[in-house]
């Protein structure tokens, strides 16, 4: 049985824009008296959804609005999402640096917490003597610190520097050393921002392997916020993706990231199309439309692999008779090219053309996909690429119980397969 090491039931946490606290005497008095009379705060009433994108009516804001999930021992959940869109908010409540609004949280064990670099280093100790503190603050004895002294720094690869106050490190250095202090003091819980991107090629490999074997072999929870997918994909055995303070999809990470990748690659063409003037192109030529029609498939069903597509697009060239050919190319939503189709080159006149594609059935395995439409001049010279011109989803809607649980790679082709017997 999974043991629940932290559960988190409606956590909110509410921030006013430009002030700390509630930023006056008035309203600090305001909510104390709502408090001795046992009512709500007024304030939670007025609270917007953190939307940076756009201008409200309040000076509060919600960072995190009714966060509910749990995390069972040794496992790995990736939190992802667009830059304020509350992780970091959230892991701080973890990490019990800041409190929340409403809400209750539980954690079973000791956490050791990276949410920016230097986090919990005192500036004028060495490294040696921030490896003992950092020990001490999570609980450990002196010689337990010292056991795993040797391989902290060996880790870390700073050795040259252990004896140097670590206001002189670089911010790669601070990383690897407050990495290493996190992940080799076993802590129950290992919480890391994305902090980890400050480090070099080598030390990230190394990062995430330790991450992957304090998992799997130290049986250890790990809480692991990231912009790389690769890495959450292969790292965590679930995913959350946090949007304007808000969960908007838990589960697979591999579902989740889709979900995540396709809100974020989406946009609304119409408004182009509907102005030539601003219609996607240049002297060259100008978008009229671009879509993805599933054929032989009720219009309101989501795409499934068992779905023929027919990718339709067309165009105006604006530049009398010229030699012209299409470069099309499809894309999973982590930026993989999955095919190039390549159309014949041929002169046309001024006006509207229109360009067909058509990918078969059981070719696309599930996921998001975006496409690339370049206008190539004689074969040559690029025109004009209209760059992630639309996106959409395929679904798998097989039924799992007596096959496989995934189908692996990013197409599915039904190629001869043959299977029988020679002696």
């Known amino acids: 049985m999974s043991e629940t090491v932290i559960k988190i039931e409606g956590i909110s946490k509410q921030y006013r824009l430009g002030n700390v606290g509630t930023g006056s005497l008035a309203h600090d008095v305001n909510r104390l008296w709502y408090k001795i009379r046992g009512k709500e705060d007024p304030y939670l009433k007025i609270g917007e959804e953190n939307d940076r994108s756009k201008k409200g009516s309040s000076d509060y804001v919600w960072a995190l609005r009714d966060i509910t999930f749990d995390v069972q021992h040794g496992e790995v959940l990736g939190i992802i999402g667009r830059n304020g869109a509350g992780k970091s908010t959230l892991l701080k409540i973890l990490s019990r640096t800041t409190t929340p609004t409403l809400g209750q949280l539980k954690i079973k064990g000791r956490v050791a917490s990276l ?5 919990g280093f005192h500036p004028e100790l060495t490294g040696r003597e921030n490896v003992y503190l950092n020990g001490a603050i ?3 004895t002196r010689k337990e610190i010292a056991s795993k002294f040797d391989e902290i720094v060996d880790f870390a690869g700073i050795e040259r520097y252990i004896d140097t106050p670590v206001k002189r490190y670089s911010s790669g250095m601070y990383v690897r050393l407050a990495f290493g202090v996190a992940a080799h003091l076993e802590p129950d819980i290992l919480i890391v921002d994305e902090v ?10 190394k990062a995430l392997g330790k991450m992957k074997d304090v998992s799997s072999k130290e049986g250890r929870t790990v809480l692991f916020v990231s912009h790389n997918m690769s890495a959450v994909r292969n790292l965590c055995t679930r995913a959350i993706f946090l949007g304007n303070g ?3 999809g838990e589960g697979m990470p591999e579902e989740v990231i889709n979900k995540y990748l396709l809100e974020n690659a989406s946009y609304d063409l119409e408004q182009y199309f509907n102005d030539p003037q601003k219609a996607p192109g240049n002297d060259h030529v100008r978008f009229k439309s671009m879509c993805v029609i599933p054929e032989l498939s009720n219009a309101d069903e989501a795409m499934s692999v068992k779905t023929p597509i027919r990718i339709e697009f067309e165009f ?7 030699p012209i050919n299409l470069s099309l190319h499809l894309c999973t939503l982590s930026d993989e090219i999955v095919f190039n189709a390549i159309s014949p080159v041929k002169i046309l006149e001024n006006g509207l053309h229109k360009g067909v594609l058509h990918i078969p059935a059981d070719f696309l395995n599930d996921g998001g996909y975006y496409i690339n439409v370049l ?7 690029v025109i004009y690429n209209f760059d992630k011109a639309v996106t959409f989803t395929v679904e798998d809607k097989r039924d799992f119980q007596n096959w496989h649980k995934k189908w692996v790679g990013i197409v599915r082709p039904q190629f001869p397969f043959s299977l029988e017997k020679v002696e």
């Open 196 to 205: 980890l991107a400050v480090g070099d090629a080598d030390f990230q490999n």
């Open 375 to 381: 206008i190539v001049y004689n074969a040559s010279k």
């Open 246 to 248: 808000t969960v908007k």
């Open 115 to 119: 949410l920016e670099v230097g986090t």
């Open 138 to 140: 999570l609980g450990m």
């Open 316 to 322: 105006y060239n604006l530049k009398g008779a010229t």
